[in-house]
């Protein structure tokens, strides 16, 4: 019966909780274009306003550096073959940068709904725009050792990169989320842990299994009667939630087929106002790509003349085969 009530409990906080600052983003690090823009577990977070600002700027740090990287792909296309017309990359590009204005542009004081509303609407646009640079960049006649190379690049600085921008004030909303979620969970238990919020906030409670363990500490030292209180309060909020956030989720798929064309002329229309800016912008991104490209350069002379050497040593066997 114990293990039964151990095990019920530890899954109930698992739902109601979700601290890692390295879990999953709906579409993941990189805007992959298989990712939902909207999912059940996803609208749990965005329900609290906390968790939309943190959202928001994970979103904000994502599209920068798709933006950065649609730069670094389209430099060296460029610079290995002038004859490959990147005049579409470019234009698709360009998107990525008016979506960052309009980031930008939030306001994160506004209600946690708000704030919601917007970010999946901008997180589609950036799905999106992910999907129509991909697709052009298949049209074209790309080298197989230039793209391998890219992607591996891309994702070395992916791993390294997405961990640093915007950390502090991420981190700061995530805390605050954790906190809120932990306060709620002691409530339902009956119990004041205003010290456990604190030291969430403060950071000495920054992961998942640390918080948990506290609570479940809190947990054990009820008596029989507030256990099944609490558990009764979790199932039936866990239900409710389940079903609000059901019908959430729908609402912001319908929201996002509604605006679909409105937010592409929106993104056009900014690029023509802003044009100035973005042209500046993207030279920084260029100017910052040099280093890269060169790097970039020598990789892929090195990958040409091994595979020339591999050809090499595979005639010259297939010559003494002949012979013998």
Known sequence: MNSIKKTSIILLLAIMLIFPLTAKFTFSESLDENDSVISVSEEEILRERPGAQMRLLQLQRRVEFQSESAQYIINAIEDSNSNIDTSNLIAISEKFEALLILIKASDLNRTGQEIASEYVLLKSDAINITCEFKNELNTLNISEDLLSLLRSNITGRKNTELKVKNWQEIEKYRR???????????????????????????????????????????????????????????????????????????????????????????????????????????????????????KLKDQLSDLRIKGKHNTTIENTDVDKNGRD
Request: charged share 40%; net charge positive.
């Open 176 to 294: 605050e989320y954790n906190s809120q979620k932990a306060r709620k969970v002691a409530m339902m238990m009956g119990i004041n842990e205003s010290d456990l919020e604190k030291r969430i906030i403060s950071g000495e409670f920054d992961s998942a299994h640390k918080i948990k363990e506290q609570l479940k500490s809190k947990y054990y030292n009820l008596t029989e009667s507030e256990k099944l209180n609490f558990k009764e309060q979790l199932n039936t909020l866990s239900l409710r939630r389940e079903r609000e956030n059901n019908n959430k989720v729908a609402e912001k798929i319908n929201m996002i087929k509604e605006h679909s064309k409105e937010r592409n002329e929106k993104l056009n229309a900014l690029i023509k106002e802003n044009r100035k800016e973005l042209n500046t912008r993207i030279n920084q991104i260029k100017e910052s790509n040099k280093e890269q490209i060169t």
